[in-house]
């Protein structure tokens, strides 16, 4: 008998001690992830930026990290301790360019750090923030935008205050269409132009004058000009979708527009020989969604032709190859990012998969990569078990060559996560969503049902690290994230199926695959529960006020009424025409048709709303539409307000958390 005791008792240790744990809410701030890839120019090392979540100052910190591309050797670049960002290789890779706090303050300069004696310092003395590093080709110069303030509009000269006084603070005035941004609030009065400073240090030099924001740009190849994306046209404001590619000299002579139709073209690269120009664009047709292409053009802009390929789907991120006879690139399939690269025939070749893992929060795409003279890729890995790390493709294999979370993740049982493929009942097309099942799963049970609706809603979910993912699974729950009609990563014409049609059919989408869901025979069709952000809280709300089989809902940062969205969002103007028939006060019928507001009154669903106080994109005031109605039909309704929170709702660490554990909060209040 007590050898029985003995033998029980050891194996219940043993079993308590290989038991694997489960995410939890506060592994959020544990979260590590690497950005913004750089291999050398020999592809012997990779330069990125680190990036870790800090539980005392509710934020992220970010630190350049050096690795051999074998693995080896791996440490911090420098002994900074302040953030650091955009590390850069110097054309012979015995420097790096990155741009650093100097203190406290939100200033950033340009730093250099060298190779060979391993010091590092800053280089410059800027009165804003740089952006977007790029080295001049014979490794002189380093070019970067930066904002120039202008004069504040000022209607009237106000009296002058007694000394010491303590007035109200001055009225803020624009005459200017876009007025604020989301994610940064009011927007100061100036423009973004290009600048560029010497290797060495030095004062910075201003290239572009025109009173217009400059984007993207590239070094010509003799280092004595650039190539940049603006909209110089006289309506620029109103022509928001347009921009054309410019030439300049280096001492800002010589502009010389490139590009000339009515659509956006940008990311302009010039090619190895300087002969050339490889750029992105589209002729705008005013439509919801319009996938880039791929365009060439002589480095005179002459010549100009789109590089017919079989590939519909949008593009970014271009990269000539070193003998300049191909072009990479990054692209999502089927809600996954890969990287491809083409001839300049059109030939396409699928390279790399899994780029992607730098959005901490839900399953969507992002990413980046660079590539070495011999066309070594590093690019940022993920899968649905870890954020992005650091990987290598050396033309044959990809090696992952580090693992940030591994001493976090690799002993919790993070579930099982996989795609599912149904038919829609409204014409048939097959519609793809992704299934996150919980720790332990076991298919002779039956579990509840989150149906979580991704964003944009041109945008996509994939088999992307999402801990809000990962939250809900662990809570017990399977987790049902589909991409319906409207959804990227399936062409052009699938994405531009909700023109003028939503919410629409992709509400079918979305109840087709709960359908294929209770088929599977594992989920309680019971305990069904719906939510989603922005414009997965727009279906939400419209969901909830088409079906009553949902127990519970949460309505997150929605838009509730197209007429008073449209006309108080920071973006107000980009939906002029595209998103609906004419303006609100033109068709209000139209609108109002699409606003879930209209079914307020069918909604009997128990329903959370949830927004940012902040938020400029969805603004509160559309949530509490929604709330304000359900409680004066006295629906079970609560509302939650994120204080300092723009659109972004989750963006520092605690908001995250706290977004789920209200949502599971309210799903287990009415889960049986």
Do not use: C
């Not at 029980?8 to 979260?31: A, E, G, H, P, R």
């Not at 110097?90 to 004696?117: A, Q, V």
């Not at 890969?338 to 992002?366: A, C, E, F, H, Q």
């Not at 009424?561 to 609100?584: E, H, M």
């Amino acid at each position: 008998m007590k050898n029985w005791i003995i033998i029980f008792l050891l194996s219940v240790n043993t079993s308590s001690i290989f038991s694997q744990d489960t995410f939890k809410n506060l592994d959020v701030f544990k979260l590590q992830y690497v950005s913004d890839p750089q291999i050398s120019p020999d592809g012997s090392k990779i330069i990125y930026v680190r990036t870790k979540m800090d539980i005392m100052k509710d934020g992220r910190s970010s630190s350049i990290w050096i690795i051999n591309s074998d693995g080896s050797n791996h440490q911090k670049l420098t002994s900074n301790t302040f953030s650091e960002s955009s590390p850069r290789w110097s054309p012979d890779g015995k420097r790096i360019s990155f741009i650093s706090s100097s203190d406290d303050s939100n200033g950033t300069e340009i730093y250099m750090y060298w190779l060979d004696s391993k010091q590092y310092s800053s280089i410059s003395q800027l009165d804003e923030s740089p952006r977007n590093l790029k080295w001049s080709r014979d490794g002189k110069y380093i070019g970067f935008l930066m904002f120039v303030p202008d004069k504040t509009l000022q209607l009237i000269i106000p009296p002058r205050k007694p000394k010491n006084a303590n007035w109200a603070d001055k009225p803020r005035i624009t005459d200017r269409l876009k007025h604020e941004s989301d994610g940064s609030g009011y927007m100061r009065e100036g423009f973004s132009h290009i600048f560029y400073i010497s290797a060495t240090g030095g004062t910075p030099v201003k290239v572009t004058s025109e009173s217009y924001d400059h984007y993207s740009f590239d070094w010509r190849l003799n280092s004595n000009g650039f190539v940049f994306s603006s909209n110089y046209t006289k309506d620029w404001e109103y022509d928001f979708r347009n921009s054309e590619i410019y030439s300049i000299n280096i001492d800002g002579t010589e502009l010389k527009q490139l590009t000339n139709r009515k659509g956006p073209d940008l990311g302009a690269v010039v090619s190895p020989n300087g002969k050339q120009i490889a750029y992105l664009g589209y002729d705008d047709k005013v439509q919801t969604y319009q996938i880039s292409h791929i365009y060439l053009m002589n480095i005179d802009g002459n010549n100009k032709k789109l590089l017919k390929t079989s590939l519909d789907r949008d593009v970014t991120s271009l990269t000539w190859s070193s003998d300049g006879k191909s072009i990479y690139f990054m692209y999502d399939n089927e809600g996954n990012t890969k990287v491809g690269k083409t001839d300049l025939n059109g030939r396409i070749k699928k390279m790399v998969n899994d780029v992607g893992g730098t959005s901490i929060g839900r399953p969507y795409g992002g990413g980046s990569f660079t590539i070495s003279l011999e066309e070594h890729i590093s690019f940022t890995i993920t899968s649905p078990y870890h954020p992005a790390d650091l990987a290598i493709f050396d033309g044959k294999s990809t090696n992952r060559i580090t693992k940030l979370n591994n001493e976090l993740l690799s002993n919790k049982d993070l579930g099982v996560v996989e795609d599912i493929w149904y038919k829609s009942s409204i014409d048939g097309r097959e519609i793809q969503g992704w299934i996150a099942k919980p720790p332990g799963f076991d298919p002779n049970k039956v579990y509840p049902l989150i149906v979580e609706n991704h964003g944009g809603p041109i945008s996509n979910y994939g088999d992307r690290f999402s801990p809000e993912i990962l939250l809900y699974s662990s809570a017990g729950y399977v987790v049902f994230y589909p991409n319906p009609r409207g959804s990227t990563s399936y062409g052009e014409e699938f994405g531009n199926l909700l023109y003028r049609n939503y919410p629409g059919d992709d509400y079918y989408d979305v109840m087709d695959g709960v359908d294929k869901m209770l088929e599977l025979g594992y989920i309680d069709r019971d305990n069904l529960f719906v939510t989603g952000g922005s414009a997965g809280g727009i279906m939400t709300a419209w969901i909830v006020g088409k079906t009553s089989r949902f127990k519970a809902s949460a309505v997150i940062k929605p838009v509730m009424n197209w007429i008073s969205k449209t006309l108080v969002a920071d973006n107000y103007f980009g939906y002029a025409y595209s998103r609906y028939d004419g303006q609100p006060w033109e068709n209000f019928n139209h609108y109002w048709s699409f606003s879930p507001l209209s079914l307020v009154g069918n909604i009997e669903t128990p329903t959370m709303v949830m927004v940012g106080l902040n938020d400029l994109r969805t603004p509160p005031s559309e949530a509490k539409q929604l709330y304000h109605a359900l409680k004066l039909r006295k629906i079970e309704t609560v509302y939650v307000e994120i204080p300092g929170a723009y659109h972004n709702i989750s963006n520092r660490p605690s908001q995250l958390i706290t977004k789920i554990d209200h949502i599971l909060y309210w799903f287990n209040k009415y889960r049986d």
